[in-house]
């Protein structure tokens, strides 16, 4: 009976060492055995390979040393090493866990499972078991947690770690009855620089805004990217609120320094929006909201500013919502009108042109100011039907007026980046018989801002149909002077701010109308001043040199019916 069992248990052990054999050839993983001990005996070639090591060097080693490396001395072991050493202390069967090994050059994943061995006495003798190097598939099951909570541009926190943060915040605030803060920040004249430049210049210029922003960060606030030019901060204790305050500020400012990129110098700005937890919101969706209302009243304010969250945002929300509309259905209601300012001759006074600058009137919010309805337009992507009909009204309107009258109409970068926007033109002229030379369009710098938008081309064409081109709020945005060597404009129009500058002495505001004024005679065009509503005013814009003046001095903005009028008493005084 004896030898019966003796010959069984050799035949068992060859079965096993088969099967060991069978696997040590496989490709991917290996065997790894310990004594009670936890000392690694019979290290096979490709666990030794695993451990960067020769088999001699491991043969005797604690397992645990092994897999700690450097930091087997100093104890600072991996969490993974703790849950691997309890198991053996406790001597319990495992699998598939995972642990760090910090190898002589680099640091490895390890998958093992073992279970105990013991002899045919009980006697415990170590564990036996298998081992994969899963350090590749741990990296990149790394990187995706990364990608999936960091943005891949900036290298900040995005919106889905944002989100978290928050919600602990808030949850804390519950706990500990205290508040949070959450700041929504958005970058101003940003796009202009991402189109004028490029979307490259525009990635390097949102890595140093967040370099800048990570800078102002205390132990308990976190920044991150939303997307686009939009970032924001958590913030878990605020006290009484002046902490939001003062950061808001810190983050104006320091997002506000020129930055130097690809060798070109950029000014942008910064809005921000606040809301603080719970008052203003106990739920993530909630709180930020509150702060994106409180940032829309930042930008709608010009930018540059910081709005803490009121309740009544939303009821100004909701009143534009309502005036989005009514926008949208002023056009076939008939809402809108044109009103027209005069341009007169620098130095005769005379009459010689009329801005057309549109209105719009409202059963339910009465007279609109366009700086409220054209921001909204501009949103809701209006402006195009709006402009075009401008246009027609204004050329038609301007058909009765004396042959030596012109009329100007402002022209959206987004209507002059329509296909057809030059037959749109030839077609308002066709319908309402106004001669080419007696209108004039008015465009910003920003319509050469989108690449790839052809507008040079577009205004070439226009200029080819005997129409004018003025180019309005010069030298206030990014240098227009490439721009007026590739079209021939006929008007450059001087901004406000420099004609009450140079009113006051500003030397700056006086050089800049000067080169203004010089440029444009040497390129064959006209110069018109903008703003003109005092006496002293006028007489600065003549010694400068300036050809043409507008403003309150000469006349506000007046109906279609005066303009009539106005020519009438012309006419009546004339031949009467």
């Known amino acids: 009976m004896f030898k019966f069992s003796e010959q069984g248990l050799a035949e068992k052990d060859e079965v096993v060492s088969l099967l060991l054999r069978e696997f040590e050839e496989g490709d991917a993983d290996w065997l790894w055995q310990i004594d009670a001990a936890r000392c690694i005996v019979a290290a096979s070639p490709r666990f030794a390979f695993a451990a960067g090591r020769e088999a001699s060097e491991i043969e005797g080693m604690p397992l645990t040393q092994l897999i700690a490396g450097k930091h087997w001395e100093s104890g600072n ?28 050059e680099k640091t490895y994943w390890w998958e093992l499972s073992a279970s105990p061995r013991y002899d045919d006495n009980g006697t415990f003798m170590g564990f036996r078991g298998v081992g994969s190097d899963v350090t590749e598939s741990r990296e990149s099951a790394e990187k995706i947690a990364r990608l999936a909570r960091f943005d891949t541009l900036t290298g900040l926190p995005n919106r889905l770690q944002l989100t978290e943060a928050l919600d602990r915040a808030l949850k804390e605030c519950e706990q500990w009855n205290c508040r949070c803060g959450f700041l929504m920040i958005d970058l101003d004249r940003f796009k202009s620089v991402n189109d004028t430049l490029g979307h490259l210049v525009g990635d390097r210029l949102l890595a140093q805004v967040s370099l800048r922003l990570r800078s102002l960060m205390g132990k308990d606030e976190l920044c991150g990217r939303l997307g686009g030019d939009e970032f924001a901060v958590v913030m878990r204790d605020t006290g009484d609120g002046q902490r939001i305050s003062d950061l808001a500020a810190r983050i104006i400012d320091v997002l506000s320094r020129p930055y130097e990129v690809d060798q070109h110098t950029l000014f942008i700005g910064a809005s921000v929006g606040s ?8 739920t993530v969706e909630t709180l930020m909201r509150s702060a994106d209302l409180a940032l829309y009243r930042s930008k709608d304010e010009g930018g540059g500013r910081h709005n803490v969250y009121e309740p009544k945002l939303h009821s ?22 044109l009103a027209y300012q005069p341009v007169v001759d620098a130095g005769s006074e005379s009459l010689v042109a009329f801005e057309a600058l549109i209105r719009w009137s409202n059963p339910e919010f009465g007279q609109v100011s366009p700086a409220r309805f054209i921001p909204l337009a501009e949103d809701a992507r209006l402006v195009v039907p709006i402009g075009n009909w401008v246009l027609h009204r204004a050329c038609r309107e301007a058909v009765t007026w004396p042959a030596n009258v012109r009329v100007a109409v402002n022209v959206s970068a987004e209507q002059l980046y329509e296909p057809d926007f030059v037959e749109t033109v030839v077609e308002a002229l066709s319908e309402t018989g106004l001669p080419p030379q007696r ?16 507008a040079g081309e577009t205004l070439d064409q226009i200029l080819a149909l005997g129409v004018g081109l003025s180019l309005d709020d010069f030298g206030t945005g ?27 002495g500003a030397q700056e505001s006086i050089a800049i109308i000067r080169a203004v004024v010089a440029m444009a005679e040497s390129l064959g065009m006209s110069t018109t001043a903008e703003g003109a509503e005092t ?20 006349g506000r903005p007046m109906t279609a019916a005066d303009v009539q009028s106005l020519f009438g008493d012309q006419q009546r005084a004339l031949y009467g």
């Open 275 to 282: 809301a603080t937890g719970t008052r203003d919101g106990r």
């Open 77 to 104: 072991l991996a969490p993974s090493l703790h849950i691997l050493s309890d198991k053996l202390t406790k001597r319990e069967s495992f699998s598939n866990l995972v642990v760090k090994v910090h190898g002589e």
């Open 478 to 504: 990014y240098s227009a002077l490439g721009y007026l060597s590739k079209t021939r404009f006929t008007t450059i129009k001087v901004d406000r701010s420099f004609v009450q500058g140079a009113a006051r």
């Open 316 to 337: 100004h929300a909701e009143e534009r919502r309502v005036m989005e509309i009514a926008l949208r259905k002023a056009l076939e209601k008939d809402e809108f009108s």
């Open 535 to 554: 006496e002293h005013e006028v007489q600065v814009i003549r010694e400068l040199g300036c050809k043409k003046i507008q403003g309150y001095f000469y």
């Open 439 to 454: 209108l004039e369009l008015e465009v910003t710098e920003s319509v050469f801002l989108r690449e790839g938008s052809r």
